[in-house]
C-alpha cells in the first residue's frame, strides 16, 4: 500500500510538471504589448504669400519676374492674394524688398488706357449704325478708317474715297470699354453714337481733318486678315471707280507780250556837262 501511494504522487508531481511547461510554453509565445511612443506635436500652422524680391519704383509694371513665395508662420490674415489678376497692372507707390504684395500698392485699374500701346492715342469719332459696321462693332475689333470726300470747291471736282488707317483697334464702343464684360446681345446698346479708336500719334490731326471735311466708314478686319500699310493711302476717284480715263486739257498759250516803244532821248545841260536821260512812253 505504501508503495502504491509512492507511485501515485510521483505521477500526480509528473503531471503538475507537465501542466506547468505547458503553460510556460504557451506564454512564450503570445507577443509582448508594445511600448506607448508619446505622441509628436503637431507642425506649426503656415500659410504662403507673395512678396517683391527686390525693391521696385513707382511707375514699374507689375511682372511676374518681381515676385516670390515665402511661408509666413500662423494661418492666413485673409483671402490669398493671386499675382495672376494683378500682372501689368501699374505700382502706386515704391516698395521693399520683402514687401506682401497687395492691390492696395497698385493703381486701379484704367482698361482704356491699359489697352493703349505706346506711341498711339486714343480718339473718339462720331458714328451711327451704318458706319460702325451695321452696329455690329464690338471692342477689341480691328478695323480700317475708310475716308470720303465729296467734290466740292475746295476738293475739287472729282469725289474720292481712300482708306485713310489701317488695322486700329476699337478700345470702345458707346459705353462698352475693352477689357470689360460685355452685355448679353438683347441687353446691348443698338445705338452707340461714338467709337474710340488706338491712333497712332502721327495720324490723330490727318484723321481730325478728314472728319471735318468728309465722311468716315469702318470696315472690320478678318481674325486672319494681313494688312498692307503701304497700300493704306491709295486714293480711289469717281471717274477711276466709273472707268472714265481723264484726257489732259490742252496747255494754255503763253501770253504775249507787247513791244515797248523806244523811250525818247533828252539832253540836259548842268553848266558845262551834259547829260543824256532816256524817257519811257
Same mark, same amino acid.
Given at each position: 500500500?505504501?508503495?502504491?501511494?509512492?507511485? $501515485?504522487? *510521483?505521477?500526480?508531481? &509528473?503531471?503538475? %510538471? +507537465?501542466?506547468? @511547461?505547458?503553460?510556460? #510554453?504557451?506564454?512564450?509565445?503570445?507577443?509582448?504589448?508594445?511600448?506607448?511612443?508619446?505622441?509628436?506635436?503637431?507642425?506649426?500652422?503656415?500659410?504662403?504669400?507673395?512678396?517683391?524680391?527686390?525693391?521696385?519704383?513707382?511707375?514699374?509694371?507689375?511682372?511676374?519676374?518681381?515676385?516670390?513665395?515665402?511661408?509666413?508662420?500662423?494661418?492666413?490674415?485673409?483671402?490669398?492674394?493671386?499675382?495672376?489678376?494683378?500682372?501689368?497692372?501699374?505700382?502706386?507707390?515704391?516698395?521693399?524688398?520683402?514687401?506682401?504684395?497687395?492691390?492696395?500698392? $497698385?493703381? *486701379?485699374?484704367?482698361? &482704356?488706357?491699359? %489697352? +493703349?500701346?505706346? @506711341?498711339?492715342?486714343? #480718339?473718339?469719332?462720331?458714328?451711327?449704325e451704318v458706319t460702325a459696321v451695321g452696329g455690329h462693332l464690338n471692342t477689341g475689333d480691328?478695323?480700317?478708317?475708310?475716308?470720303?470726300?465729296?467734290?466740292?470747291?475746295?476738293?475739287?471736282?472729282?469725289?474720292?474715297?481712300?482708306?485713310?488707317?489701317?488695322?486700329?483697334?476699337?478700345?470702345?464702343?458707346?459705353?462698352?470699354?475693352?477689357?470689360?464684360?460685355?452685355?448679353?446681345?438683347?441687353?446691348?446698346?443698338?445705338?452707340?453714337?461714338?467709337?474710340?479708336?488706338?491712333?497712332?500719334?502721327?495720324?490723330?490731326? *490727318?484723321?481730325?481733318?478728314?472728319?471735318?471735311?468728309?465722311?468716315?466708314?469702318?470696315?472690320? #478686319?478678318?481674325?486672319?486678315?494681313?494688312?498692307?500699310?503701304?497700300?493704306?493711302?491709295?486714293?480711289?476717284?469717281?471717274?477711276?471707280?466709273?472707268?472714265?480715263?481723264?484726257?489732259?486739257?490742252?496747255?494754255?498759250?503763253?501770253?504775249?507780250?507787247?513791244?515797248?516803244?523806244?523811250?525818247?532821248?533828252?539832253?540836259?545841260?548842268?553848266?558845262?556837262?551834259?547829260?543824256?536821260?532816256?524817257?519811257a512812253r
Amino acid at each position: 500500500m505504501k508503495g502504491k501511494g509512492l507511485y $501515485l504522487l *510521483a505521477f500526480a508531481l &509528473l503531471g503538475l %510538471a +507537465l501542466l506547468l @511547461g505547458a503553460y510556460s #510554453l504557451r506564454q512564450g509565445q503570445v507577443p509582448p504589448e508594445p511600448e506607448k511612443v508619446a505622441a509628436l506635436p503637431p507642425p506649426p500652422e503656415q500659410h504662403r504669400v507673395w512678396v517683391f524680391r527686390e525693391p521696385v519704383e513707382a511707375g514699374a509694371v507689375l511682372t511676374a519676374a518681381m515676385l516670390e513665395q515665402q511661408g509666413r508662420p500662423g494661418p492666413a490674415p485673409g483671402m490669398p492674394v493671386e499675382p495672376r489678376g494683378l500682372l501689368g497692372r501699374v505700382l502706386l507707390e515704391p516698395v521693399m524688398a520683402g514687401v506682401d504684395l497687395d492691390e492696395s500698392l $497698385l493703381v *486701379a485699374p484704367r482698361p &482704356l488706357l491699359d %489697352a +493703349l500701346p505706346a @506711341g498711339y492715342r486714343a #480718339l473718339a469719332l462720331k458714328v451711327d449704325e451704318v458706319t460702325a459696321v451695321g452696329g455690329h462693332l464690338n471692342t477689341g475689333d480691328r478695323v480700317d478708317v475708310i475716308y470720303y470726300l465729296k467734290a466740292n470747291r475746295e476738293s475739287g471736282q472729282e469725289s474720292t474715297a481712300r482708306r485713310l488707317l489701317a488695322d486700329v483697334a476699337v478700345l470702345a464702343y458707346g459705353a462698352e470699354l475693352i477689357g470689360q464684360a460685355q452685355d448679353k446681345p438683347e441687353q446691348r446698346q443698338e445705338r452707340a453714337r461714338s467709337v474710340v479708336l488706338a491712333v497712332p500719334e502721327q495720324q490723330v490731326a *490727318a484723321l481730325l481733318l478728314a472728319e471735318s471735311t468728309g465722311s468716315l466708314r469702318l470696315a472690320v #478686319l478678318g481674325r486672319r486678315e494681313e494688312v498692307q500699310p503701304s497700300k493704306a493711302a491709295v486714293p480711289v476717284s469717281l471717274k477711276a471707280l466709273a472707268g472714265v480715263e481723264r484726257t489732259p486739257s490742252p496747255a494754255a498759250p503763253a501770253p504775249r507780250l507787247a513791244k515797248q516803244a523806244p523811250g525818247q532821248r533828252v539832253e540836259v545841260f548842268y553848266g558845262e556837262q551834259k547829260a543824256v536821260v532816256t524817257t519811257a512812253r
